[in-house]
């Protein structure tokens, strides 16, 4: 019965309001979006029959003696005589579209508004809100918000529900501020203000120390994490750790500290390219870090790269545009004014850095390495007095070995394809570039001015701090780090092929795969065999070829193949020949050669070399295994003028359809960027005036995060195609208040929650079902399940078991080990121990490919891609979690255990009632809880059920307890934010 | 009320107060489409169980019968048939393997199929054999999440979510998408069986391979049955005195998934007990993890479920193919012609659709590599590889496509693997081309702008 006359209250509604005139944003756009745009709408490749219905100048355009749309006269308009067809050919949308057909009313609506004169409008969202045109409604209400809300209210006869009581309020103020429930001295607490007072001042005065307290950044770091599609693994097959904590760290610290939210913006995306950037500022470039990484053996990588890029540019997209601009990776935007090369400008703006990982240089940890280091030179300095010189001359002798006269050169050409290859100081060479899986670098030295005959050749593989790991070598990515394979050493001397009889080298070993370093197989024409040096990164290593002939001649090519199944390329070498009249060969001890070492240095190996000080060599490895290493996080660091990266437009967004080149900027719909149209300049842009989408994306977001659902509900996309906003004003006047608040998120969270709006009740009756079941029009206060890290915090945080500690590595709380084990390699989960175990779930190791399982069952994110608006679904594997998860377990006997202990006293039913649900449990409620422990206590009392195994105690009362705090955290109210 | 950007929960909960208490079959068995949405037509199949051979086993030695390639064998391929291609691990004028095993025609249907199968050339004549698949990625992950997802990037929905979406399960005590596992290191990991943008509950839910097969399907220690019933009349009680207060139909929702948890828990031990299967059909489906898992397959739709991803895992053959391909035919060669013969006599293979194929196929030419210690073996080929289909609608016995003379190219009738998901989608009732789902402004589907339903795999 309620339902038939919920059907008539709706369709006199929906008669009463098509009499008001046609607006072209709500009325017409919407179904031109949907059923006209693919074929007749922005992209002028998939146009057909010419005709474009997206602006007034192509649908009125002549189309030969007749119109698309003739102003002021639908009869004239061959687009309604197409709506109203029966012919299958004639009809549009046509069969084949798979679109609906338009209803009598949408076509009359279409009839109205071109009799109105066709007037098309800009798309509400692509124009700036301003000032001037966010006024609220008048009202004596105090808070603006519920101006707004309340004018949509009023008009559906509506009125706002009642204020929640205290302890509802309390409890979803702090979950929704700190994302921790309150405790019940809080409650109490927050209860006095309330009856001193009132309780819109108890909610001010309670905000305002919620705000202020650390675990605010960590409440509102997750929803950001989940755009940032932040994990703690790279991703794809292999999945491996990565460590970008530090990131995560940041990212805290930066919303505790309010930092305003368009400098937060600028420095995640461009950090690195501020004036004298801070190593913090470098830190928060991690946000488009957190792309993933291939590490498959045999893909191509620089596919992959292209695959991040597209996955940043989507990114940027949603968080500060709130546009959907992946499609126009394949093609022009259907649906919004984005071409294909507009997409590609944008992926221009982001596609010019390096991508490193850098170490922290964390003054704490700095300080306790060089300690120790103090303390090693110090003890070997000790040592070395008690050499014995007889034993000692005698060393140095045995250990002086015959050095080679070795010849640096430089080239004077040095190419490689899409590689840069320069010319450091004393000839050393450094390449960089976007690094595959071969690589052939071309050197050409003029040897004219060296007296043959030449003899020999060198090639030094050197370390340096640019490269991964500190090189030699460019491997990235399932190699070792730092890695590199020679495959084949070429050389020519005035176009005659040089041949080689022997080879050497101070070092060689291979990793990944089973073979072993050949030096002779750098010339043995097969790409599979070669020299490598895993496993020595950071380290100088040197091979030498001797020439089959010795050589003389003007000019000396060499040409050298790096292959493997992985970047393999050498980051930075030099080339060096010999006129001995045999070369010395590589020189492969790991004992310094006297001949070129002090007598300090040669005094220090030997005290750490010779056997009989075995004592000291103990103590000094022990001491170099307890210095702590430098954290590390992932970041961007833009290249440099001598080296840009060139961006192509690809043809249906496909890697290997590279078209011509394409210049960065920004969509040409918006006003262009100001300066060099760059990273940074895209940061400061996508922050300014011209971007009319950056603060309404951020305030719908944080709307959704208190409310459940967005003012625009579609919140990643505001594009063309998605539905009107249900409060426009509200949304443009959020925006402009939270850009003139200084782009404070503290402040905009504060507007919210000291509005009625946000403070009524969220109960439901027959009535609101009816008028508002989906509480669009605010009628009554959120109510929606927590996600799962909050229902994880809340239980620790109400059994006391929660740790307060902020940031640092993520931990690894108990989870059955079948979770990581089902990923690639059959991951080990190894369970944190102590505090560890108690962390909030935001520290949680979050692995892509086997994502914490609670979390996950209740809807979080995987970090694979940048996550808008998590689903809230409700399950029966949630119900398995929350019955059966040991996690939830060990919460309910903490609950029990530490209830037992402090309220003797109280009713212990009320009590943990009180502590995870932040109210007392009416009568009935108590009744049904203290009827339930009592009959588990009668069962455990005759042993039909094992109090050891329920509570870890043979206390049947703990035991009982434990089943009855189980409950209760099983309870709607314990999941639900209400 | 935008029906796509809803969830069905939200469907329900507007319609559940209205309505009193809502079926829990309709609850959980429901998709969101009614089949005369989306189909002409009246499906098949009702259920699907894809035996996915997880590292692309070599169709050179499996199905694609290539002669030539031994007049070849170490001889390089001519270049105009590899021209531009992009290979794993090796170049592409690497020298041709002559093929390993030897191959003959069965049944009445005279299938061709290698030696290295005689348990599937039993069942020749129930399957039909396409030898012209291809695909666009040429490493595992990306791969394997293509066939599963329709896009080679983490981030879809996979095929059973998609089903579970269109269509629904047919039971309530059991997941409708079930994802089970043998052999080595799966690439394309949880990435296939995500949901993706569409609701959680369209999840595969892996079974594990130790402990409890769902995640906490069983008590925790000490809670027996009756205190785990006792818990969850006490919870349904007070939720249903706080739902008359507060009147949010949500909590009509978490009502009855705690009784559908309830009956998962004794649903689960009963599915996974396999001790009460008659001896005969153990034996006809053989030792070993995959056997398992194909008779948890045949029971899992028995008792409705609607979609069952078997992986097995270990068919990456870069080195030694003969021995890789005989060790792996070995591990699932009998089981899965015993599924083809336990579900026929069974009466299910009519309406449920067996599937068996990898992510991409093998190259003609050998890969060798000093490095690595690799040799004999085959890089990965996405140009041309074989798979099987059986029973649900398809036609049995026939073999469609050809490659050419080095099984390098498809050169008749090619079926891409999105060809291959319209085709499993149109045997279940589904259109591909309208099970659709907005997500962020677009409309997204299971094959992407692509995929043609393959009339001649069709009864």
């Known amino acids: 019965m309620v339902r038939v006359i919920a059907a008539f209250i709706l369709s006199t509604t929906a008669f009463l309001t098509a009499a008001e005139p046609i607006d072209f944003a709500r009325d017409i756009r919407p179904i031109l979006a949907d059923r006209c745009y693919k074929c007749h709408g922005f992209d002028d490749n998939a146009r057909e029959a010419d005709l474009g219905l997206h602006n007034f100048s192509s649908a009125t355009q002549d189309l030969g003696g007749y119109q698309a749309i003739t102003p002021g006269d639908p009869e004239k308009s061959e687009i309604i005589t197409r709506m109203l067809s029966d012919d299958e050919d004639e009809v549009m949308p046509p069969p084949n579209a798979n679109k609906p057909k338009l209803t009598p009313a949408e076509i009359s609506t279409f009839k109205q508004w071109i009799k109105e004169g066709a007037k098309y409008e800009a798309h509400w969202s692509f124009v700036h809100p301003r000032k001037s045109n966010v006024i609220p409604p008048r009202s004596k209400l105090e808070n603006p918000i519920d101006a707004f809300v309340e004018k949509r209210l009023k008009a559906k006869k509506l009125s706002f529900s009642p204020a929640a009581n205290s302890n509802t309020m309390v409890r979803r103020l702090y979950l929704d501020l700190i994302g921790l429930p309150p405790t019940p001295e809080q409650v109490e607490t927050f209860a006095q203000l309330a009856t001193e007072k009132n309780l819109p001042s108890a909610v001010s005065q309670t905000a305002d120390e919620l705000l202020a307290s650390p675990q605010y950044g960590e409440k509102w770091s997750r929803d950001w994490l989940d755009l940032a599609r932040y994990a703690d693994t790279n991703g794809y097959e292999k999945d491996r750790p990565r460590s970008i904590w530090p990131y995560r760290d940041w990212v805290i610290n930066a919303l505790n500290a309010d930092m305003p939210y368009d400098q937060f913006t600028i420095e995640q995306l461009a950090g690195d390219m501020l004036p004298n950037a801070t190593i913090d500022q470098k830190i928060a470039t991690g946000f488009h870090r957190n792309t993933m990484l291939n590490e498959e053996g045999g893909i191509d990588p620089l596919e992959f790269r292209f695959n991040a890029m597209a996955d940043r540019v989507a990114t940027t997209g949603t968080v500060w545009m709130g546009l959907t601009t992946g ?173 080689f009889k022997n080879a050497s080298i101070s070092f060689g070993k291979i990793a990944i795969g089973s073979g072993k ?236 929650v000291t509005s009625q709006t946000y403070q009524q009740q969220s109960e439901l009756n027959s009535e609101l079902m009816v008028a508002d079941p989906q509480n669009v029009l605010l009628s009554r206060g959120p109510r929606f399940r927590m996600s799962g890290e909050v229902l994880r915090d809340a239980a620790l945080a109400s059994s006391g078991l929660l740790s307060k500690k902020i940031g640092g590595k993520s931990v690894f709380p108990p989870q059955p080990s079948t979770v990581a084990a089902a990923a690639y390699g059959g991951t080990k989960w190894n369970v944190s121990k102590g505090e560890d175990r108690y962390r909030r779930s935001l520290y949680t190791f979050s692995k892509r490919t086997a994502p914490f399982a609670a979390y996950l069952t209740f809807d979080g994110p995987t970090g694979e891609s940048c996550l808008a608006r998590r689903e809230i679904s409700n399950t029966p594997l949630q119900s398995l979690t929350l019955l059966n998860d040991t996690m939830f377990l060990e919460a309910a006997r903490a609950l029990a255990e530490s209830t037992l202990l402090n309220h003797q006293s109280n009713p212990v039913a009320s009590k943990i009632f009180q502590r995870v649900l932040s109210r007392e449990p009416t009568e009935s409620e108590l009744i049904d809880l203290t009827n339930f422990y009592e009959a588990q206590l009668a069962r455990l009392k005759k042993n039909e059920l094992d109090a050891q195994k329920i509570s870890g105690k043979p206390d049947p009362e703990l035991a009982a307890w434990t089943l009855t705090a189980r409950v209760i955290l099983n309870l709607d109210e314990a999941v639900t934010k209400q | 009320m935008n029906l796509q950007n809803s969830t069905r929960r939200q469907f329900f909960g507007t319609c559940g107060i209205g309505l009193g208490k809502i079926g829990l079959g309709s609850m959980m068995a429901g998709g969101f489409a009614n089949a005369g949405d989306l189909s002409d037509f009246a499906p098949k199949a ?21 002669p030539r390639l031994r007049e070849f064998d170490g001889k390089p391929i001519p270049p105009s048939v590899i021209a531009g291609q992009r290979y794993a691990f090796i170049q592409p004028d690497a020298a041709v393997l002559a093929p390993r095993f030897s191959f003959s025609k069965h049944g009445q249907s005279g299938q061709e199929i290698s030696d290295c199968l005689p348990h599937l050339a039993k069942v020749a004549d129930d399957i039909a054999i396409v030898k012209s698949v291809h695909t666009n990625q040429f490493n595992h992950s990306p791969a394997q999440i293509l066939v599963n997802t329709g896009g080679p990037i983490p981030g879809r929905p996979a095929m059973g979510s998609w089903v579970s979406y269109g269509i629904g399960n047919e039971t309530e005590n059991l997941p409708g998408f079930v994802v089970l596992k043998s052999g080595g290191n799966l690439s394309g990991g949880a990435a296939m069986w995500s949901p993706g943008f569409l609701p959680g509950k369209h999840a595969g839910v892996p079974f594990r391979q130790s402990g409890d097969p769902i995640l906490h399907v069983s008590n925790p220690a000490g809670v027996d049955n009756q205190a785990q019933r006792d818990s969850l009349d006490l919870i349904r009680k007070m939720n249903e005195r706080r739902f008359d207060v507060v009147g949010d139909p949500e909590i009509e929702t978490r009502i009855n998934s705690y009784e559908m948890a309830w009956r ?182 299971l094959t992407d702008v692509h995929g043609h339903v393959v009339e001649k795999l069709l009864a």
């Open chain 1, 327 to 499: 499609c126009a990776q394949c093609h022009t935007h259907k649906f919004d004014p984005i071409t294909h090369t507009d997409y590609y400008a944008l992926f221009a703006l982001l596609n010019n850095a390096e991508e490193p990982e850098i170490e922290i240089p964390d003054p704490e940890i700095i300080a306790q390495r060089e300690k120790i280091q103090e303390q090693i030179r110090s003890l070997e300095i000790a040592e070395t007095q008690k050499i014995d010189k007889a034993k000692f001359t005698k060393w140095i002798a045995q250990n002086t070995r015959p050095l080679g006269n070795w010849t640096d050169i430089k080239p004077r050409k040095s190419t490689a394809e899409g590689i840069l290859l320069e010319v450091e100081n004393e000839n050393v060479i450094y390449a960089s570039g976007d690094f595959t899986k071969r690589h052939v670098y071309d050197l050409e030295f003029d040897i004219s001015g060296i007296k043959p005959p030449i003899t020999g050749i060198r090639l030094e593989a050197l370390p340096d701090e640019r490269l991964p790991a500190n090189g030699p070598g460019t491997a990235y990515y399932e190699g070792r780090k730092g890695d590199f394979f020679l495959s084949e050493f070429t050389a020519t001397v005035d176009d005659q092929k040089i041949g």
């Open chain 1, 517 to 752: 370093v050949t030096p002779e197989g750098v010339f043995d024409g097969n790409g599979s065999s070669g020299w490598s040096t895993a496993t020595g990164e950071g380290k100088r290593h040197e091979l030498i070829l001797e020439f089959e002939q010795p050589i003389q001649g003007k000019s000396l090519d060499v040409s050298m193949l790096f292959e493997r199944h992985f970047v393999a390329a050498l980051g930075k070498f030099r080339i060096a020949v010999t006129t001995d009249a045999k070369p010395v060969p590589a020189d492969a001890s790991t004992t310094p050669n006297p001949a070129v070492s002090s007598d300090i240095d040669m005094e220090t190996a030997y005290v750490n070399i010779a056997k009989e000080f075995a004592a000291f060599q103990k103590k000094v490895t022990s001491l170099e295994k307890s210095i702590p290493a430098l954290p590390t996080t992932l970041v961007m660091r833009e290249r440099t003028s001598k080296n840009p990266r060139e961006t192509t437009r690809h043809h249906r967004g496909e890697y290997l359809s590279a078209k011509e080149s394409v210049g960065p900027a920004v969509p040409a719909i918006f006003e262009s960027i100001d300066g060099d149209p760059n990273r940074l300049n895209l940061a400061k842009w996508l922050v300014s005036e011209k971007n009319p989408l950056a603060a309404r994306v951020a305030v719908n977001r944080a709307w959704r995060a208190f409310f459940g659902r967005g003012i625009l509900y579609t919140a990643g996309d505001f594009g063309l195609q998605s539905e009107t906003p249900s409060h426009p004003e509200l949304l443009n006047w959020l925006a402009v208040k939270f850009i003139d608040d200084g782009w404070s998120l503290k402040k905009l969270h504060r507007q919210i």
């Open chain 2, 46 to 66: 009702k259920r699907v169980i894809y035996l996915f051979m997880a590292g692309a086993p070599s169709q050179l030695e499996l199905f694609d019968n290539k």
């Open chain 2, 264 to 445: 998962m828990q004794s649903a689960a031990p009963e599915l996974i007990d396999l001790s009460k299967e008659p001896e005969a059909i153990t034996e006809m489906y053989g030792p070993g993890d995959f056997a398992k898992n194909c008779l948890l397959a045949r029971r899992l739709v028995e008792r409705g479920t609607r979609f069952v991803q078997v992986y097995h895992s270990g068919w990456d053959h870069h080195s030694q193919v003969e021995k890789g391909v005989t060790a792996q035919a070995k591990n699932v060669d009998q089981a899965s012609a015993a599924l083809i013969q336990d579900l026929k006599m069974r009466g299910l293979l009519e309406d449920t659709l067996v599937v068996w194929g990898g992510e991409f196929g093998r190259t003609p030419m050998v890969e060798a590599s000093a490095a690595l210690g690799r040799s004999q073996g085959r890089d990965h080929h996405p140009q041309a590889f074989s798979m099987w289909f059986a029973g649900g609608g398809i036609k049995p016995g026939v073999t469609i496509g050809k490659t050419d003379e080095f099984g390098f190219n498809v050169i008749e009738d090619g079926v891409h693997v999105h060809d291959v998901q319209a085709t499993i989608l149109h045997l279940l009732g589904l259109q591909h081309e309208k099970l659709t789902y907005r997500y962020q402004g677009r409309d997204f589907r």
